[in-house]
């Protein structure tokens, strides 16, 4: 290691695991290694107890999360009624794009409903990130609209369920 | 469970103590500290664009330092001997006409005023030409009396200066290198409850300052090559020199404007041009500000900074009055940063349910 580490050229084993958790999540998954690590620059590891809750619906939009390990509960709370879950997160998942795309506050609550690590990135060095690699950007925007169609198709079939029912 | 209590009690207390120690012994470093935050500010545009091209984050800072460098340097080899000898001119010529004309101009009073103005510049700037080269001749007198504690003053002087100089890029070489991990540093000590308000408070700052600094700095090169295209373009004597300070001043809102202009004035009436040059001279100063209140400034800094003038004109007025020069340069940035500090942070902690 070099002067104050300045010239190391390895990365730390932390570093390099990363990088590797990263290429799984699915909108990371097309970027080459150093558009990896240029992203890993901007993750802020939290940890959350069970129970914990990451934001309440409402809150203002700052943040896109990462699960990096744990589960993280998607519900509707309703006053005193118990609170309605919408989705399970499991590891390698991610929540709160839709912050990324549109000025809304949390449209659901997040609670960690075991021992969770997440990694937090914040949306304005989401966007910044997207600016100055416009290359990474669109790879990463383009996945993010994937996932945003399938959401969509996803809430159409359970939609036509519902109506179905009805009838 | 009491036990712990008091552990706990303990333990934060000494924690504070440290903390409070650790201010106390870091204090003096504080303005390196900023001076190098505000040096990363300035380049960071530059650094961004070649990591953008997906250059290496060293090698980016490395270049942006070296043509940095050079600009400096170049600086020192041909603007600095110029300045300082137009400097030296005015001085030499002030003092020629205050012995000459002084006495049938004695009456106007405005003249005891630059006479004091330049004595409180002297002070207030501190740079005291005469005491600097006193102590310099007083040191190789008093060679073989007093050479200790000379020789200490003396290092010290320069010691002072020395790592001031090499510590702004040194404190900003970190600050863009390690950004990322320094903010990650900070964050992480913020419980999970206020972790995203934090990082909404840090992006508004980052984004105040930032805004500002870069916006000023343009402000201030552009309005100095223009004052001092315009003062040679009239034949003002010492143009370079009163550009300069004419670009700087012109950071201090609504004051700044009339500095450069006064000076300029001064220079035509000391060096005994012709009297109707102070028109001219007056004129040229005015279209200068007209470029830059209707061209330069709407541009670089936009209406973001919506205040009233009342308000900024007495916030300037009450820094000089507290801080002197610096106060008036620093007191405006500060409300805004405070100002914007303020209503962010108010919404967010509602938002968030915090009170």
Redesign the interface.
């Given at each position: 290691m070099g002067l104050f580490g300045?010239f190391k050229t390895k990365d730390r084993d932390g570093k390099t695991l990363e990088a590797k958790f990263l290429r799984q999540i699915a909108f990371l998954k097309q970027l080459d290694y150093?558009e990896l690590k240029?992203f890993s620059?901007?993750?802020?590891?939290?940890e959350?107890k069970p129970g914990?809750v990451?934001?309440?619906e409402?809150?203002?939009h700052?943040?896109l999360y990462i699960v990096r390990q744990g589960n993280i509960d998607i519900v509707l709370e309703e006053g005193d009624a118990e609170p309605i879950k919408l989705a399970e997160l499991p590891e390698k998942s991610f929540f709160g794009e839709i912050g990324l795309f549109i000025d809304t506050?949390r449209t659901a609550t997040a609670i960690a409903s075991q021992p969770t690590i997440l990694f937090?990135v914040?949306k304005?060095d989401f966007q910044d990130f997207i600016h100055?690699?416009p290359r990474i950007g669109v790879k990463i925007v383009y996945e993010l609209g994937k996932r945003l169609s399938d959401n969509i198709v996803e809430t159409n079939k359970k939609l036509r369920g519902f109506t179905d029912e009805k009838e | 469970m009491k036990k712990n209590k008091v552990v706990r009690i303990v333990f934060y207390g000494l924690l504070g103590i440290v903390g409070i120690l650790a201010l106390l012994f870091y204090s003096r470093i504080f303005s390196y500290l900023v001076a190098g935050v505000v040096f990363a500010y300035l380049l960071k545009p530059l650094t961004t664009m070649l990591e953008r091209w997906k250059v290496h984050r060293l090698l980016s800072i490395i270049i942006v330092y070296s043509a940095f460098m050079l600009l400096i340097f170049a600086g020192i080899w041909f603007l600095i001997p110029m300045i300082i000898e137009q400097a030296q001119d005015i001085w030499t010529s002030y003092k020629e006409f205050m012995q000459k004309d002084g006495a049938a101009l004695a009456r106007f009073q405005i003249f005891d005023r630059i006479d004091l103005f330049f004595g409180q510049l002297e002070t207030k700037l501190g740079i005291p030409m005469d005491q600097v080269q006193e102590k310099i001749t007083g040191f190789f007198e008093k060679q073989f009396t007093g050479i200790l504690s000379n020789l200490g003053d003396l290092v010290r002087v320069f010691i002072t200066l020395m790592s001031f100089i090499v510590a702004i890029p040194i404190v900003g070489f970190f600050m863009l290198k390690d950004e990322e991990s320094i903010k990650s540093w900070f964050l992480s000590v913020i419980p999970n409850r206020y972790f995203e308000m934090t990082i909404i408070l840090v992006e508004k700052i980052d984004e105040i300052i930032g805004t500002y600094i870069r916006a000023l700095l343009i402000e201030v090169i552009i309005v100095g090559i223009l004052a001092t295209i315009v003062l040679t373009a009239l034949g003002v004597q010492y143009s370079l020199l009163i550009g300069l300070i004419a670009g700087f001043a012109n950071a201090i809102p609504y004051f700044g404007p009339w500095i450069g202009a006064l000076l300029a004035m001064s220079s035509v009436l000391i060096s005994g041009q012709n009297p109707i040059m102070l028109l001219w001279v007056g004129g040229g100063m005015a279209l200068v500000q007209a470029l830059d209140n209707n061209l330069i400034y709407p541009i670089v800094i936009g209406n973001k900074t919506e205040m009233h003038p009342l308000v900024i004109m007495l916030t300037v007025i009450a820094g000089g009055y507290l801080f002197g020069i610096l106060g008036m340069f620093l007191s405006v940035p500060v409300l805004f940063l405070l100002r914007g500090l303020i209503t962010v942070m108010y919404r967010n902690l509602k938002e968030f349910e915090i009170i």
């Open positions: 300045l150093f240029t620059r901007l993750l802020h590891q939290r959350y914990e990451v934001f309440r409402g809150y203002p700052a943040v506050n937090a914040s304005i100055k690699f | -």
